[in-house]
Each structure stands twice: as structure tokens, then as C-alpha cells.
């Protein structure tokens, strides 16, 4: 099925630092989001982002909606360790049918 | 509000067997949506479900079905279970008023054997 092209794939890093993943796709998309899953459970959305060029914080974070509408960025500012965990982005082109990207896996040492 | 909540959360079966899994939405979403996610094939849209009827479907075999009841809590179902069906189960609610914003519950993990 269609998926998203999202990098990079892992990311090992050190307590503190700033991270940064980003999300492809040759579709536009009218909606980007972008959730993170802990293990043994179910992916719980960060942030969503509605229009082309929005950028929107929650907290560390902060996201935005490409203007082409074809791609999404994520950033983590100052990195703690409970940031640990995969990231995926997602994209609907209207309805409720999420496309995901592969996941980011954020490993941080301490 | 509580949160998307599935049962069971675990489940062994063998193949040839069907299984049946629920998923009761936040209080107040009427779309239901289901995903597969498998360490191959990662997160794949299986249905969605809006006042009892499934307005989107994705490419996956018709042993693969659902349905909604007018509560909104919906339930799937795999028939003539494949070993390729071991996977995390993912329900997602959404208010529909921002199409795409779903909200995941824990999920079931089914093991076939």
C-alpha cells in the first residue's frame, strides 16, 4: 500500500540535543500529523497540522506543513528521555484513511 | 473523556480459526477506523466505519470485515486465519470535524500459530 517516506529511520543521540525528522510523499495531502508509539501500545498524536505552511508547537515540539503540501517536518527541542519511543507522521488526502510513514526510532543516551 | 479502548488485548489463535476484536471510540466520534501494523508492512488502513457504514476501505482481502453498531463501538473480523495475520490491531476515533484526526487505542495483538 501507499506509504509515506519518512526519515531518518533511527536516530541515536544524547540527552539535550535538538531532533529532527521529516516526512515525503509525490501526493498531496490536506492533513499531516504526527504521532509517537511506545512500545505494546497504540501511536498518540502529537500534533496535526491542516493548512499548508502551518507551523504549530506543543511544548518541545514543533511541526510543520510543507507548502507544497507534499511533505512535514518535526522538530524536538532539548531532548529528554522519556522522547524515546518511534515517531511516525501521517497524511490524509480528506477522509478518515491515515497513510503512514515508516517511523523514526529515537534512542537517547543519557 | 476516556480514551479508544479495545479488547482483548492480547489473543493466541491457530489458522483456519476467525477472530472477532472491539473497539469502543471516545464518547461523542462516530468514525471508527482500523489498522494493521506489522514490522514489515508498518501501519495499513484496513476500514472505516461512519453511522454504521463503512465509508472507506483499504486493500485488503475480504476475509477482513467489520461493522458498527449505532453506539458507535465497532468490531472486525478475520476469517480463515493466515499465519501473515500476526499483527498489532489498531482502532482509531475521530469527531470527523477535522478529517484525518484520529485518536488510537492500546490495540490488540493477535498471534496466529
Known amino acids: 500500500g501507499q506509504q509515506l517516506n519518512q526519515s531518518p529511520q533511527s536516530m541515536f543521540i544524547q540527552e539535550g540535543e535538538d531532533v529532527s525528522m521529516n516526512c515525503t510523499s509525490s501526493s498531496i495531502f490536506n492533513t499531516w500529523l504526527w504521532y509517537k508509539q511506545d512500545p505494546g501500545e497504540g501511536p498518540v498524536l502529537l500534533i496535526a497540522l491542516y493548512k499548508a505552511g502551518e507551523l504549530t508547537s506543543n511544548g518541545r515540539l514543533t511541526a510543520q506543513f510543507g507548502i507544497t503540501r507534499k511533505d512535514s517536518f518535526l522538530n524536538i527541542s532539548a531532548s529528554i528521555p522519556s522522547d524515546v519511543g518511534i515517531y511516525f507522521c501521517a497524511g490524509s488526502q480528506g477522509a478518515q484513511k491515515l497513510v503512514f510513514g515508516q517511523g523514526t526510532r529515537l534512542t537517547i543516551n543519557p | 473523556k476516556a480514551g479508544v479502548t479495545q479488547t482483548p488485548r492480547y489473543l493466541i489463535k491457530t489458522r483456519g480459526q476467525q477472530v472477532t476484536l472491539s473497539c469502543s471510540p471516545i464518547?461523542?466520534?462516530?468514525?471508527v477506523s482500523w489498522y494493521q501494523q506489522t514490522p514489515g508492512q508498518g501501519l495499513q488502513f484496513l476500514f472505516e466505519?461512519?453511522?454504521?457504514?463503512?465509508?472507506n476501505k483499504g486493500n485488503f482481502p475480504g476475509r477482513f470485515s467489520g461493522r458498527q453498531f449505532s453506539n458507535s463501538r465497532s468490531e472486525m473480523n478475520v476469517s480463515t486465519l493466515e499465519l501473515g495475520d500476526s499483527a498489532l490491531y489498531l482502532c482509531?476515533?475521530?469527531?470527523?470535524?477535522?478529517?484525518?484526526?484520529?485518536?488510537f487505542g492500546p490495540g490488540t495483538r493477535l498471534l496466529v500459530l
Open positions: 464518547s461523542g466520534h462516530r468514525s
Open positions: 466505519y461512519f453511522s454504521e457504514t463503512q465509508r
Open positions: 482509531a476515533s475521530s469527531d470527523d470535524w477535522r478529517p484525518g484526526t484520529q485518536y
